[in-house]
């Protein structure tokens, strides 16, 4: 009556009928309902404990005795100051305003936090991935180093560590994926950090033979993953809907503009002789150099847009 399953997300059953079911029937009928009206306090009890072997985890909010069997299979009982004793005894929570307000600003702060974290975990994943190809491919073929120490270190500051501060400052709330969360960090990683080996390497081999030395093509290295970095920075937050990853959150613009204030700053900051000294940066010889470089940058990002699309959000094998 009051349009709860209008969209058809919401369906329920009552408690007759939750009666009338066996144990596989109930099982069922609790993985498919959201709604249960009309319940006895054994039942409730049921509901929830067979949300919990399903791998669900439950909190009750009760406040009387027919809430306790519930509340004591819940994994978190939530409960009112001017509750029975009864229910304060069992309780997790006590929210001292009488008052459910506090939960939704709880469940907001922690979705944030977690959300940020899933995002700061794919930034490093990526570069730890990829970096290892990259020296197994290249030191491996003795091809040299991908670049110098203290450009590694320039590459992990602009491309992980600076991002990852406004990414957890600004950091969405949402559903936090509890479910098949390897494979959806596989599905961002994985495409990710391999065509940016590969575009990386395409990238050395070509500025390794088009110039005398291997310092020339370790800068162009540098370059490569540090804009490759930023990139990755934006596809983990575009700012448009639906995100890359797949995750249907509203963009937000923020990340975005960090990353073009890093970029800027790091072309500013290359032209002076210190970059140099300290990270051995410095700008490339011709502006060609760069078109290279973008475009190498381009052709992995369409790459990796292009599988996101095409791989499935959830892990359909065994």
Do not use: C
């Not at 029937?25 to 009890?45: H, M, N, R, S, W």
């Not at 009864?86 to 977690?114: H, M, P, W």
């Not at 005398?212 to 093509?217: M, Q």
């Not at 940066?281 to 992995?300: M, S, T």
Request: charge should be neutral; avoid cysteine; hydrophobic fraction near 55%.
């Amino acid at each position: 009556q009051v349009g709860l399953s209008g969209d058809g997300a919401l369906s329920s059953i009552s408690g007759p009928d939750l009666a009338a079911l066996d144990e596989v029937q109930l099982a069922q009928a609790v993985a498919e309902k959201t709604i249960f009206g009309q319940v006895t306090p054994e039942q409730a009890g049921q509901t929830v404990a067979a949300l919990r072997d399903q791998g669900e985890v439950v909190t009750v909010v009760g406040d009387g005795v027919n809430d306790l069997a519930a509340m004591q299979q819940a994994q978190l009982s939530i409960t009112r100051q001017r509750s029975s004793p009864a229910a304060l005894s069992v309780a997790d929570i006590v929210l001292l305003e009488n008052t459910q307000l506090a939960l939704v600003r709880v469940l907001d702060k922690g979705q944030r936090i977690a959300n940020g974290l899933l995002d700061i975990l794919k930034l490093y994943l990526v570069q730890i991935t990829y970096l290892l190809l990259l020296i197994l491919i290249l030191w491996g073929a003795g091809l040299g180093f991908p670049y110098q120490s203290k450009q590694g270190s320039l590459i992990t500051i602009v491309s992980v560590i600076l991002p990852s501060l406004g990414l957890s400052l600004w950091a969405a709330p949402g559903v936090v994926p509890r479910r098949d969360l390897g494979w959806l960090l596989a599905r961002f990683v994985v495409p990710a950090a391999v065509l940016i080996s590969a575009a990386a390497v395409v990238v050395y081999l070509f500025f390794q033979k088009t110039t005398p030395g291997v310092e020339y093509a370790q800068l162009a290295m540098t370059y490569m993953l540090l804009i490759s970095g930023l990139v990755v920075v934006i596809l983990v937050r575009p700012p448009v809907r639906p995100r890359v990853g797949g995750d249907a959150r509203s963009g937000d613009w923020r990340p975005t503009a960090l990353v073009l204030v890093l970029l800027v700053l790091l072309f500013l900051v290359a032209q002076l002789p210190l970059a140099d000294t300290l990270f051995g940066l410095k700008p490339l010889r011709q502006p060609a150099d760069y078109l290279v470089i973008g475009l190498a940058v381009l052709a992995w990002a369409s790459a990796a847009i292009f599988l996101w699309r095409v791989a499935p959000l959830k892990h359909t094998g065994t």
